[in-house]
Each structure stands twice: as structure tokens, then as C-alpha cells.
């Protein structure tokens, strides 16, 4: 197994330092990393200043055996990348040829010329390795600049990082010799219990040493990551599976699934497995409960659609919500939330639905009924159940928008395994 | 002005590393800090590891005169940031008594005894003053070491980072004297064209020193980042406000709004200040298009609300499309996409209506209507357009959602303004 410390990723980018946009890209590949049995133990980000790209692809040579980088390497000024690197070590960069034909080549298939600035994208240090971009026209490279010190290359854009990744760089990778034993992990997601009484829970388990247990929290959610290391796939993930179970044990139904598994993907799978299908009634989610359900692919054999219901009107005329509950109880209450999921489910003749109703702010709070007042209510074929939630308004409008939908989907999901919400 | 080099930020958590969770701890300071004058010049991430921690807070002293650090201040073992800077050099830790009665208080306050645990909270190096946490229990600090070096910590849970934020370090910053010129930054919002071909019309302002101007893309958008520098604000916004124009000149209608407009923000502007009225009929984005645009604070002066048509059932029954257009054209076609629009518009009695219905892949996708094939549709009082889009699905799901919401939104942008969408 390669020693811990050996790799690193620095992503390049001004944009990044200004806060511009989120560092997805590291988010990424230290999960790529990690699943490939090669652990990760700093990132750094810088900007396009071609003095501090130097200084640090130089520190990092002196400690790590393998550097990823991100971004700078475009064919615009500000991309100083490949140059960098290359005056890290005092090697002169060369034009490579095929390098050039693909970038004209992939200009010409555009109908357009390559612009003379594309040609830049062609220089690279002496004695590196193209890393081919199959979708952009800026390659990466592999090099290795010193004996015991190699270098891989990618662009900022996403889409053709992940392509060249899994194209070039696992291959690589793996043949290098670098990940010799495996580091796997395995995230459980929990809903309805605070970071510090689950982490109470599993206080043993925190302790642990392989595998690792550590928590953490998300909007609304809690998770718990598994992390196990061995010299077998196989034997790793049997010490994980160990504390999963152990720690379902503990936690019974809180636990609603693990990885990527979100609360819509987990309700999608109960009532797929149960063929029965759902809709959505939502006032201050506008939508975003819908959107959390559709965004799991295969969604249609489940969720058949619903009304957004923002305007009173919309809630009375199409959801059928009677004037005098509007009235009486106001929009934001449980009998309008009962209302909205049994009508919106008569009207698409859905077996099951949700709806949502609250005030997300930052205007619309009033003393009796707050910000961060939402009542959720799931409709079914055995009746029609309601929650009051409070959720304050100091985290914001789109914090109390997204643990209102998690927490309606939290209580069907309950209903669905035949347990009462709240 | 404080010398460029000079400021760093350090984020701690091996779910970092591990790709649990996005670093947006780092993005959110990186913009507090352009916005105080402060730019830093390096972001660095380790995990819950004391040698490593302390390894980088050393380095950091050795080249910087402001380490902000994030994370790992809370109860549990593996958190070890302030242990970890205090050794670094070498400085002892000692109780404080005042932090160790908050703690109780707030535990004692939410009906609870203080664990044995949280009292680890209350050590803080000797010589440190504490940065207070009005939410959670753990405390920040803020600690010149040496005479040169000041390390502010934070607690990695982003609602206590940013009270604290505000509330105790930007007027220490400000006192500070690290912050004497100003780094002022403004992003204008493009839709409607690539990054490299909006990076051609403005090449000679991409050379520019002060203002610099920087582009790169979002999902679908594409941005202009103008930053400028100065001794007052005043001075700095006005070199931005002049390069601001002159880019608007040369793009027209493209640019859609500046900083954290979103279409939705901005059509919705455009809307309130007519008067008039919006609804949605989504398939595809399920809720998507709804969802941004209730995102917007204020959003229900002008949304009213809409139909989530995932289902043909409910295209048919609730937007009243006809059984012969899903038969003849199929759900995701112009005529389909219109009739969505004029339905949703007709029941809910909205000025304008916005529809979309496309295949968003990974599966449902023909060899005639691939994945990424998407018709949007816009519907007002002069009457229905729509248009074709081809997305790909290269992309994936999601993008193809987004990109989708963002030109029907775009489409209604134009049509208010007077001009045909392209």
C-alpha cells in the first residue's frame, strides 16, 4: 500500500479563491481516490498566478509521490497549468503534433477553424505523456518529473475531467503499482435524530480504528461513514458490512439508506416494490419536492406528478381545499395540509401523496405563525396524517424548504414500513 | 494593503478528503474575504489528523500573517484543531472558565447535562481570546502565536461559522489593519452563448490588469468575472461599473443579470414590475423550474403556482392536452409543449405559463427522441412559442433538467423584453 501522505490534489483556479464557485471537483475525485484504494491526505487550492502554481507543485514534489491537478489548462491566458509545472523542474515544454492535429481535427468537426490560441494547448514538458480529452480540446498529461514523482493533469470543466479520468488516469492508476490494498467506505444516511445523540448512540464505534466510524451532518439528514482498509476488496467491505449491521441494530428505523440513497430514492423503492404510485401537493417547496423525487432516474413508474399550489387559489381551486379552511385555519395549518395531499390525490388518483405547506421566509413570519412554521401531510389508502414542524428561522428560506420535503418523505416512508411518524 | 501572500484558509475534516461533502465552508469565506479586501492566495484541506494539522499550521506561520482555519472544534476525539495549534508551537492549553459555563448553560437551556465530553471545548491555548459561538457550544478562537501570525478558528458547521463570522472576526478584520485597499468583484450572468465563443467577443479585455476580466461556465450559464482593486470602494466599484458597460455593449440582451441573479430571479423582476402573473406544466423537470423560482424570496407576488405533469395521464386530465397530440406528436413534442403551457396558463389563470417536456435520460431515449431531446414552451397574452432543444445526454440527468429550466426561463426573458427567442 502506498504510504498515506504520498498523494495530493491541487485544483487551480482564481475563481475558486474568489469563492465564485464550489470546489466539486476535488469532492470527486477524493471519492474517486478513495475507491481505488488510494487515500488522499491534502488538497490545495491556488489561483492562476504562475509564481504560486510553481511554489507549490514544488513543495508538493518534495513530500508526495503523485499530484492530481485541476483546472488552468485551457487555451486562454489565465491557463498556466502545463507551463508551470514544466518551470517547476526547469523543463522546456515541446509542441507535440498529434496533439495539434486533435485539436484542429476537433475544430473542423465544429465547422470552425482552431483559433491561433488553441495551439498553446498543445505544449508539453518534455518527456510527458498525453492524457487525451475525448470531449474538449485541452489534453492533460502524465509525466513523471522526478524519479519517484509523477504528475497527472486534467481540466476544470467537470464533464471532461470525469472523462479523462476513468478513460486514462484509473487505467494508469491502477498499473502503477501505487494502490496496492483497498480503503473502502460506505456512508449510512439517517433522518430524524441530531448529530450528537446518534454520535451518543455509537460512542464505541467511534472509537474504533479500522474500521473507522465517524458522523457528520447534512440539511437535516445525519450520516455515519464507514471506512474499513485490508488487503482485499473483499475482506475490507466484510469489516463494513460487520458494523453496518451493528449499527442498524442500534439505530432501527432511523437509518433510511446508505451512499447516494436520498429519502425520495428510498420511498421511489418501497413503492415501486409495492406497485403503488404517488403525488405531490406543494405550497412552500414550490416544486422542490417534486424535483427531489424526479431527480432519481426511473422515478416515472412511481410518481405520476402533482400540483404546486404557491397561490391560495391554486390550493382551493385545484386541490379543492375548502375557502372556510383558509379562512379558519389559515394556509399555513394542518387541516389545509390534509386537504392539499387528499386532493391533490383524488385528483391524479395516485395511491399515495404529499404535501407540503409553510412559510419558508424571509418575509410572511407573524408572531402566532412564525418562519420556519410548515405542516406536512401524507394522504394514503388507509387515511390522511399531518405534522407540525418548527424549524426556526435562523438557518434560511432554503434550508427550512429542504428539510420540509425531507421530512415529508421521512413520514410516508414510516407509514410505508407500518410505523407511526413523529 | 495587506501583501497578497498573506492570507490562508484551512479546512479540517477527513469527509473532505474522503469526497462525503463539498467544501463550502471554503467558497463562502473565500467571498467574505474578497469582500473585505483580504484576498487570500491559498486554500489548503487535511483531515482529523494532529501531525499533518500541525505540519500545515507551521508552514502556514512560516509564509502568511492570517491563517483562517474551519472545523474540528467540536466534542468528539477526532476532533483535534485546537490541541493541534497549540503544538504547533508548543503552547499549552488551559480551561476557561467562561466558556466552560456557556457550555453548561446552553446545555441546561435546551433541558440537558452537559456531557463529560463537551468540557474538552473550554481548553483553548494560553494567551488565546475567544471567538464566541452564539449557536453551538464549540468556541473559535482568535491567537497570534507569533508576532506576525494570527490563526482565526471555526467550527465547521456552516450556520455557527457564518454567526460567528459576522458577529466576531470581520470587526477584529476590520480593526485589524491587514485590510486597508479594497478588492472589489462583480459576475455578470450570461445565457445563450458558449464560454469560448463569449471569450472571442471580449479577448482584449481578458488582458486587462485592473479591472481584470475572467469567464467561465456554469451549468448552462456562463459567467464574466469583473475584479478590480483600489484604496476606497468607491474608486474600485467604479472601475468595475465601466467595464461592466462597456462587456453589455458587446453582448446585448445576453447578459442576464449580475452576482446571484438567477434567470428565475430575474424574469420574476421583470414580471413584478408589469404586474403580471406566472404558472409552470413540468414533466421532465419535475418540479425543477418550480423550485427555482420559489427559491427566490418574495416569489409569490408573481408565481402562483402549476402542474408537476410527469404522468400523460395528468398532461391529459389536469392541462387538458389533447389524447390526440400525445398519440400523434407523443408527450415530448412543440405541440405537446405548447398545449402544457396554454393549459397550465388557462387553469390557473396566470399571464404567462412556462412548460417543458423532454426525455432526461439515463433510460426512455429512441434512436428518433434521444435523451436530451426537450421542447419548452412559453404561453402569454400574445400567444404560445416553443422551441427544440438537443442536450445530449453526455451530461447527464440533472444537467439536462437544469439546462432545460434555464432556456424555457431564458425564453420568457426574451419574450418580455420585446424580443423573439433564438
Known sequence: MADSSEVEILCIGTELLLGNILNSNARWLSEELASLGLPHFRQTVVGDNRERLIEVVQETAQRSRLLITTGGLGPT?????????AAAFSVPLEERADVWSDIQEKAHSRGRL?????RRQALLPKGAQVLWNSTGTAPGMIWAPLPEFTVLTFPGV???MKAM???????????????KGVFVSRVLNFWGIGESTLAEHVADLLDGVNPTVAPYAG???VKLRITARAEAPSNAWGLVDHTEQELRQRTGNLCFGVDQDSLASAVLKQLAAAGQTLSVAESCTGGGL??????????????VGGVIAYANSIKRDLLSVPESFLEEYGAVSAPVAEAMASGVRRLTGSDWALAVTGIAGPDGGTQEKPVGLVYVAVAGPDGCSSEMLRLGHSRGREWIRVVSAGEVLNNLRLRLMGTQPG
Chains 1, 2 share one sequence.
Open 158 to 160: 467537470p464533464s471532461e
Open 219 to 221: 440539511r437535516g439528514e
Open 114 to 118: 482552431p483559433g491561433h490560441e488553441t
Open 77 to 85: 491566458p489565465d491557463d498556466l497549468t502545463t507551463e508551470a509545472i
Open 165 to 179: 479520468w476513468h478513460g486514462s488516469a484509473v487505467p494508469w492508476i491502477q498499473a502503477s503499482g501505487l494502490s
Open 290 to 303: 417534486g424535483a427531489e423525487l424526479t431527480a432519481v432516474p426511473g422515478a416515472s413508474s412511481v410518481m
